[in-house]
């Protein structure tokens, strides 16, 4: 589900090259054998925020890291990224099976949280600004960081991404060329039952719940717009909330080909679906950042 080129960045395999792409080893617990990498603004914020930030299948740590503005934002507001990486599944993430999806359980999701508590610790981050984000692939992955631990994030974003255990139980590889294709299509439940599968992955989590942001492109073949619907279904259920407001056009902040729904009162959840817009909905950093309450 990787859908752009990019010129790869150069990685820096040791040291501390602040704004560069540094790998880190022995970050902790990590049953798949992930990858980390982070990039740390030249002037660092005190107690920073931290994005995690998801590559596409196919793609890489450092792909991602070109892909998108977010390290010159880094530069600019202090907060650290970090961009772990996967070699299975053709770099795809493990979004189906049961111990990625349960709390505590094991899986990638295990991995990116020992990630997670390494940056908190090394930086001395803001556990209450803690975020994560990703692309096709990467998004169908945020989903499940949230689902799985929500009481480490304040919120995600999704692009071009499915709900949360969408791919659950299936059989093959979650990647383009797997026999099952049914989600990325917009395979469909009801709010309530997707809501299931999220209270399920941590029946005793009583906490607050991430926000989220779900964007997705109308002219997308390869993950069907309706996987963004299903999204907004899945997460407006978990968090208790209904669309109170839409814009079109030309007031739309993520670009005037997107529709925008609105839900809550408090900048819970929101969905943009983009005419014209295929694999993968482009990030506006401005528009992500303002909705992590990283920028004004």
């Known amino acids: 589900m ?29 049953p798949t054998g992930l990858q980390m990498y982070v990039s740390v603004p030249a002037k660092i914020t005190t107690n920073p925020a931290i994005i995690v930030a998801l590559h596409p299948c196919g793609g890489t ?8 503005r977010l390290p010159a934002s880094s530069e600019s507001l202090g907060f650290v990224l970090i961009y772990p990486q996967t070699t299975k599944f053709s770099n795809c993430w493990d979004v189906n099976n049961a111990a990625t999806l349960t709390h505590g359980a094991g899986g990638d999701s295990a991995g990116i949280i020992s990630m997670v508590n390494y940056a908190l610790t090394k ?3 803001d556990k209450t600004k803690v ?9 169908m992955m945020a989903n499940v960081m949230i689902g799985s631990y929500p009481e480490v994030f304040e919120a995600g974003a999704a692009y071009s991404g499915t709900a949360f255990a969408c791919f659950a139980g299936s059989k093959s590889d979650p990647t383009p060329f797997g026999a099952n294709q049914t989600c990325a299509q917009g395979l469909s439940h009801t709010p309530e039952q997707w809501a299931s599968y999220v209270k399920n992955a941590y029946p005793s ?15 997308d073949t390869l993950v069907r717009p309706a996987a963004g619907y299903e999204q907004l279904k899945q997460w407006s259920a978990v968090l208790g909330v209904t669309n109170t407001a839409n814009q ?14 609105m839900y809550g009162t408090t900048n819970q959840l929101v969905g943009y679906f983009g005419q014209g817009v295929g694999h993968i909905a482009p990030v506006v950093e401005g528009v992500l950042l303002k909705f992590f309450g990283l920028q004004m």
Do not use: C, I
Not at 4 to 28: C, E, I, K, N, R
């Open 2 to 30: 990787k859908a752009f080129t990019t010129a790869t960045a150069v990685l820096a395999s040791t040291g501390a090259a602040f704004g560069a792409l540094t790998q880190v080893t022995g970050f902790g617990t990590n």
């Open 61 to 68: 740590a450092s792909e991602w890291y070109s892909g998108t």
């Open 248 to 261: 079109t056009g030309a007031g739309v902040d993520q670009g005037s080909q997107y529709n925008k729904m």
């Open 123 to 125: 930086y001395h981050g």
């Open 131 to 139: 975020f994560v984000m990703g692309g096709s692939s990467g998004a």
């Open 205 to 219: 989590y009583m906490g607050k719940r991430p926000r989220f942001l779900v964007a997705h492109g109308l002219a």
